[in-house]
């Protein structure tokens, strides 16, 4: 079945305490990004990736950074988290450049940072 | 950089009734996608329009690229409780990034 997997799905953690959140898509898909989804704002880009080793920001990167070593996986890690990044994070995947195809989203990962 | 813009916020809306969502944006788009999210789940892919003025329908819902390609709509006719969720726009103004608006919560009065 073709998906975008995230692990983990829930996350509470403590301000500092680095953590990684892993996403992986079996579509071999180019373009992967990441977004955090908050009340009344919408899904906000964090970082995209257009191919292996080639990462970009997005609208909100700071205190984010990604990494793209394998086309199926695009992490996202948190140095050191802060509660203002309490959200909902989405992974994201589409066959080439990500502004002319088809997102396929993750299920998604609820993270609060007290 | 660009903005798009989603209004309104919040529809509720009578079983049966129609609605329309609307998205603008600060800039000429290249496409526009509408992505649908039902309450606990992830946005799902519904449509992408690329021609200036293009119309498409999905059964109940018509969608609308407009003729400068800043705006477009979504048109939701006789509602049912299945289209309960938040509707998304999503405008790309080059390859590489969209840019979504802040969302359309419906809920439906059965």
């Known amino acids: 079945e073709a998906q975008v997997t995230q692990n983990p799905r829930y996350l509470i953690t403590v301000t500092g305490k680095k953590l990684t959140v892993t996403c992986s898509q079996n579509?071999?898909?180019?373009?992967m990004s990441w977004y955090r989804q908050d009340p009344g704002l919408g899904l906000r880009q964090i970082y995209y990736s257009m191919n292996v080793e080639v990462t970009d920001k997005g609208d909100v990167p700071e205190g984010y950074k990604v990494s793209r070593k394998e086309k199926r996986n695009f992490p996202l890690i948190l140095e050191s988290p802060s509660p203002n990044q309490t959200s909902l994070y989405f992974c994201?995947?589409?066959?080439?450049?990500?502004?002319?195809?088809?997102?396929?989203f993750g299920p998604g990962t609820r993270l609060t940072v007290l | 950089g660009q903005q798009v813009m989603q209004i309104p916020q919040y529809q509720h809306v009578q079983e049966g009734e129609d609605f329309t969502t609307y998205c603008n944006s600060s800039t000429t788009l290249s496409n526009i996608q509408w992505y649908k999210q039902r309450p606990g789940g992830h946005p799902v892919f519904l449509i992408q329009?690329?021609?200036?003025?293009e119309v498409k329908k999905q059964k109940r819902l018509t969608f609308q690229f407009g003729e400068a390609k800043k705006n477009s709509s979504l048109h939701i006719t006789a509602t049912q409780t299945t289209d309960v969720g938040t509707y998304f726009c999503?405008?790309?103004?080059?390859?590489?990034?969209?840019?979504f608006g802040a969302g359309t919560t419906v809920t439906v009065r059965a």
């Open positions: 999503a405008g790309a103004s080059n390859d590489y990034k969209l840019s």
């Open positions: 329009l690329v021609k200036s003025g």
């Open positions: 994201a995947s589409s066959a080439s450049s990500g502004g002319g195809n088809e997102q396929f």
């Open positions: 579509m071999n898909h180019e373009y």
